[in-house]
């Protein structure tokens, strides 16, 4: 692969930070835009978690939720950003709790938000294909109304789809910045088709009293208060990838300015893209309880059915659906590979020099991609025993995700902000502690919504394992810390506690990587690897000493 142009700056910016660049910056700020908006995948997102509000509330929960979710998320995309425009790594969230901890603080407060944010990555990555794979088995019951696939079907399915875009990952890097963009264009034309059809062709539509006013949550046998927040997990879920965009930041020129602008641009584009969805789809909305009572657990399909009068016609509208899952399932698994490799480099994981590799035929981080695309195979295993692990997966995935981002928020607002007061994407002193504070309360919330159970009672194969697969995950990190963790992990390369003064300075890297800020001088490291691992064969240990004021 020819490698494209090098942001010097950028990579001289990168290597301050500890780091060596080892990936081509080929990505633009519309690709990191697409890339963000195909994790976050609306219309698909919103309509493989449908049957969640068809329980929970129906109509308000569908709208309004949907609202709510969207400025608490341009409240937490708004406060990572103002992270990332000082440190802009794709160690994302991990590196920069490290950075604003204090150096007594960092390695745990990096390895915590580090497995978290690996969790997330790798079932968010896993809920967006599994529940493609449902969606796509789902298109034949368009046609055969007594048919239902059985778990071997569904698993092997889900495999395909991971095959599908592990290969474009490893084979079409080259092709992303294009696909990334291509993603934008598609949603936007799908989601206007679906739009014009469905009104076009309903034969009755719904009252404005219903669409906007009704709510109903009879069939989740939560009380009626409740079950409006435990249905926001379908807006949670849809609008949760945005953090993920961070691991590509030593792909993109600037990215101190692009990335920060492309995670708020992205949740701002999404909230108003699923109103727009969800809007004409409540007015042509069929009988819920048959809706609910489809026999795959993916109502969308027998929806575009019911409403265009015919299998083909259902059959047109998903397809639309199932381009946005490739676009979404690759962008997942992109954004999963590069956050394992950051993590890998700096010996977090079991097998580091395996899964840091990066493969410069490709220029792609090949063991990450490999080690994302087997856990997340694993993973769907847990369909055996669950037929709800689909709602697992989504709910793991929104609590690992939520917490890795509210972690260096919260570590930010304790040491009074100051630390990142010179980011060219400021919230301001005042404005910006109120926005840290909405997403931390939000977060803690969500951490125990998302565990609860869609509907009750409650079975074994309806469960909500969530909180089974973070305590798994979570024994691992745990075990693995003290095996091998806390005797070799310094965490990310911090090499004194950062000065008020002084940091944010990465942010200055477009003007020529100047050296100074205020008349001070810059802490630079020489060392151009991570902590916990060795570079080019350089010890740990000479990495760390090896540094300036």
Known sequence: MVRTSVDGSADAALARMGYKSELPRN?????????????????????????????????????????????VSLCIAASLAEICAVYPTAGGVYYWSAMLSTRKYAPIASWVTGWLTLVGNWTVTTSINFSGAQLILSAIALWRDDWAPNAWQTVLMFWCVMLICASVNIFGARYLDLINKICIFWTGASVIIIMIVLLSTADTKRSGAF???????????WPAGWAFFV????????????????????????????????????????????????????????????????????????????????????????????????????????????CTYAFARDGAIPGSRLWRRVDHRFDVPIGGIILSTVVDCLLGLIYFGSTAAFNSFTGVATICLSTSYGIPILVSVLRGRVLVRHSTFSLGPRFGFIINIATLCWITLAIVLFCMPVSLPVSASGMNYASVVFAGFATISIVWYFVRGRKTFTGPPVPVDQDPVTVGVVEKMGDEGRGEIDGRERVEVEGQGGRGAELDGVPKAELDGRRKV
């Open 27 to 71: 990505l633009s700020m519309m690709s990191i835009l697409g890339l963000s908006f195909a994790i976050m995948a609306v219309p698909f997102g919103l309509s493989t978690t449908f049957y969640i509000t068809l329980t929970d509330g129906q109509c308000v929960t569908i709208l309004y939720g949907w609202i709510f979710v969207s400025i």
């Open 211 to 221: 669409v906007f006013g009704n709510y109903d949550a009879s069939a989740s046998g």
């Open 231 to 338: 249905g926001l997990l379908q807006a949670a879920y849809t609008l949760t990838g945005y953090g993920m965009v961070a691991a590509m930041c030593e792909e993109v020129q600037n990215p101190h300015r692009e990335v920060p602008r492309a995670i708020v641009l992205s949740v701002a584009a999404a909230g108003i893209t699923g109103v727009i969805y969800l809007i004409p789809i409540l007015f042509v909305l069929p009988d819920i309880e048959l809706l609910l009572a489809v026999s795959n657990g993916q109502p969308i399909g027998l929806l575009f059915k019911t409403v265009t009068g015919s299998s083909g016609g259902g059959f047109g509208l998903l397809f639309l659906i199932l381009g946005i899952l490739f676009f979404a399932g690759v962008g997942a698994l992109t954004a999963a590979s590069r």
